[in-house]
C-alpha cells in the first residue's frame, strides 16, 4: 500500500441533511506517476455520493487532486486510498469512486471501489 | 440554504389523474451566478415526474428557471430548492430533479435529488 | 381531455398468440397543432408492446398517426389517448407510448405511458 | 403463419458443457422479401443464448439465413420462426432472437422473441 | 477443447484485500489463427473482477494475451479458457471475461462468461 | 413546376450591410405532402446567405415554411422555388438553400440549389 | 465486364432546367451476389448529380436497383456500369457514383466513378 | 445597430509576432435577451484569428462576453459588434467571429463574419 | 529501410480502363512486431487508389498484409514499403497508402505515402 | 517569451527521404503549469510533418513533452516553442504543431502554429 501524505479535502455543511441526494463529481484531470517507471500516469477519477453531513468544498478537491501529482501510485491502490480519504473527511452515506486510467501497452484499466455507511 | 424568493410554478389540471405515466422536462438553458465568486453558472436541469392532480405549465417552468439568472445559488442546495419549489405547485407522485452544470476548474458535477410523495 | 376523433387502427391476428414476445414501433413523423397557439408540434411516438390475440397493421397504424396532422393537441393528453386506443383496437398483454417532442421554448418534453392486462 | 422450407442448423458439441455462457451473434446482412408487395426487406438478427448440449456451427448459420432471401415473411412471424429452428437444432438452455427491420413507411420495427429451456 | 499451452498470469498481493473493489481491464489487441482455415482472427478481450487475495501484474497479462498469436483457437473456447486461467492464477472472487471477436462472414460473435467464487 | 400560393418572407434591413458576413437558418421541421400518393414529407431545409440589403425576420420564415404544410410538392421542385422566394424577398448576395428528405421506399434524397448575385 | 441485362431509368422533366442545382440520392440496401462465390454482397449505392433535362424517378431507381438482386457483379465493375446506366437515361450534366460495400474478409472496399458531361 | 455600452478587451504583446499562427477561442457560456420578448438567448462564440501586435488576454475576454447578459440583442447584430470590438482592441491580422445560437421556434440560427487586415 | 521478403499482389485486369475512378480499400486488421522491443504493433491500412491497367485481387491483399505478421517493421518504413509494391505490382494511376497505428507510450501515430503516375 | 530550458528530441534517419509523405502524432497526455496561478494545464499536442533527412524518434518525443510538467507556460507560447524545437531538431520540410487545451474558465484554446522549409 502505498505511504500517503498529509492532505485535506474540506467539509461543508450539507444544506439538506434530512434529504437523500445524490452528487456526482467527475475530474479528467488527475495525473499521478507510474511507480515502476517512474513515467506519468493519466486518469479521470470520478466521485458519486450520498452526502452526510457534509458536502465536499469543489476547490479543496481540486488542490486534494493535485497533489498526487508528483508521487508513484498503482491503479487498484490509489482508487481506495482516494475512496478511504473522502470517507474520513467528508463522511458520506455512500461513495462510489472510480478511477479510468489512459492506456498503457495496449491496455485500458478502470478501478471501481465504494463504501456504505454502517457496512 | 439560500433565501428564496417568491417563485411560482403553474399547475394545470392532469388530464388523465387515473393512470401512472411519466413527464420528463429538460432544460439545457439553465444560468444563475456563484454565490463565492459572482461569476455566471450554467446547468440542465432535467425533471421526471409522476404526476398527481396537476402537471406543470411549461411557459411557468420556463419563467420559473429564468429567475434565477441573477441571483447566486451553490450547486447542491439549488437543486434541492428547486425540487422542493416543484413538489409545492405541483404535488407530483414522485419526482427527480437532475442539475448537471458545466465544468468550472476542470471539474463537473451534476446534483439529483428524489421526491416520493408518503415517504 | 382532448375530444378525439373516431380512428381506427386494424387488428391482424397474432401469428405466434403462444408465446410472448415484443414489438417495437417507433414512428419519428408524427405532427399535431399546438392547441394554444396553432402552431405544429413535433414528435417522435414509440410503441413497445406484448401482443394479445392480434398485432397491429403497419399501414394502418401510419394512417392514424396522420389523422392527428390538423389537430390541436396537448402533449401529455394525446400520448395518453393515443395509449387509450391503441388498447382499444389491438388488445395487447402489456404496452408502453413514449412521446419524444421536438423542444419548444428552450424545453424538451417527453411523455411515457403504460398500460398492462388485468391492472 | 408462413410455411417453413426445409432448412438445417449444424449443432458442434459445446466445448464447455459444464458451465453456463452466453454467445452473442450479430447478422447485419439478412434480406427476404415482403409477402405483400413482394418487395426487399432488409434487417439485422440477432441471436443471444446460453448453450446447452451444443454451439451453433457459424457457416452454417450464413447459409439458414441466406435460405430466407427470395421468400416472403412478415417481421413478427420470421423472428418467431427463426427462435423455433435454433431451438429445435441448437438445444439452447436460453435464446432470445432480436429482428430489427430497416425502416417502412416512416416506420421503423423490432422484434424480439425469447425462449427458455423448461419453461 | 484447445489443448493449452503452459501459459502464467502473475498474480501480486491485493493492497486493499479487506474490501470488495472491482477492476476492468479492455484489451482490443488479441488475435489468435482460426483452427479450421489458418486466418487470422482478432478480438478485444475484457476482465473485470472482484480480486482475492491477489491482482493481476498487467505486464504478464499483455505477455499472456499475446501467447495465444500463432495458435489455432474456436472463439467460444478460447473465452472459456482464459477463464479458467485467470481463475486459476488470480483467484478472483468473481470474473467476467468478455470475447468480442471482428466480422467474420458478415457476423459479428461476442462471447462471455462468468465465475463466482464458491458456486 | 408547381403552382406556389402568394407567400412573403419578411425582409428587415441588414444591421451591417458595409460587411461580407454569413447567416445560416436551418429548420427540421418542414412537412408537405407527397403530389403523388398525398402522404406526408418530411425534410429539413437549410439556408446559408451573405446578406445584400436585407436580412430575413424569423417568424416570418417560420410561417412561409408552415404554409407549405397541406400542399403537394416534388422535393427537387420546392427546394429551388424556396429559393426563389428567398432571392425575391431578401436579395440577398449569395444563397444556399438545401432540403434533406426523410427515407422513403429506402431512399434518402437531398437537393441542393444556389443563387449568386449577378450570375 | 459484366453482361447487362436490360434494365430501365425513367427520367421525368426537369422542373428547373435553367438552374445548376444538385441532387443526392442514397440507397442503403443494394444487394447483389459474389460472381465467385455465389455469396450475397451488400452495399450502400449513392448518385450524386447536377440534372441536365431530366431528373431520375424514384420508383424506377428503386426497382432498377433491385434487379441487380439475382445478379453477380464485381464490386469496381458493378459501380461503372450503374454510372453508364444513369448517364443513357438521365443524361445529367454531371454524376459521381459511390458503391460502399460491406466487410468482406475484414477488408472494406468502397468504389468511386464520376462522369461529367462533355469530357 | 444596437447601442454598445463601454466594453473592453485587454490586449497583451504576442510573444511570437514574427510568425503566423493561428488561435481558436470557443466560449460555449455566452448569453443576452432577446430585444424584442425580454427572453434569455443563448449561443456559442467562436473566435479563430491569427495575432498582428497582440493577444487577448483571456479573463479579459470572459468578462467581455459577461457584459452582454442583461443587454437585448439581435443575432445577426451582436455577432457582428464582437467582431469589430476584437479588432479595435486586439488588431489581430485576420479574424472570424462565429455565433451559433440555441434553437428558437424550432430553427437554428449561425452567424459568421470575417475581417482581414488591409481589406 | 527494413529487408523485404518476396510478397505478392495479384493484379487483375480494369473492367473499365477508360475512366478514371477511385477504390477506396479499408483493412482494420494489419498486424506486425516492433524492431526494437519484438512487441506486436497493430494498425489500420487503407489504400485510395486511381486504377491504371489492373485492379488488385482481394484474396492476395489480404495474404500480402498477412505476410507482415512476424516480421519486425517501423512505422514510417513498413507504410512506404507497402506503397511501393502496389506501385510494383498493380501500377496504379495514382495511389495513397495511410498507415495508422494503435497507441503506444499514449502517443498515435499515423503515416501517410502517395503515388502519381509520371511524377 | 518563456524561458526554455535544455531539451532534445532525437533525429533518426528517415528511411525513405526521397519521397514526400506525411507523419501525424498525437500526445493527448501533455500537462504543464499555468504561469499566473501555478495550476496544472493540459492539452493535446499533435504533429503533423513532412520528413527532410530525418524523422523522430518516439521516446525522445516522450521525454521532451514530459520535461514540461513542472514549468509555467502560456498557451500560445509553449506552441510555438515546441514548433521551434522540432524544427530545430528534426529539419522538417513541413510541419504543423496544434496544440488543444482544457477548458478553463468555461473557454477552451487551441493554438495552430505552421513551418516551411525555405519560407
Redesign the interface.
Known sequence: ??TRPTRTLEPVP???PD???????????F?ALCPVTG??D?ATITFKYI?GPY?VE??S??LYL?SF??EGH?H??V??AILKDFVDFIKPRKLQVTGKF?????????????YEEGQ
Open positions: 500500500m502505498s450539507n444544506p439538506h434529504r437523500e441526494y445524490e452528487v456526482e463529481i467527475e475530474c479528467p484531470e495525473t513515467q506519468p493519466f452526502p458536502i469543489l476547490k478537491l481540486k493535485w501529482r508528483d498503482f487498484e491502490d482508487t481506495n489512459n492506456v498503457r501497452g495496449g491496455i485500458y484499466t478502470t478501478v471501481r471501489a465504494e
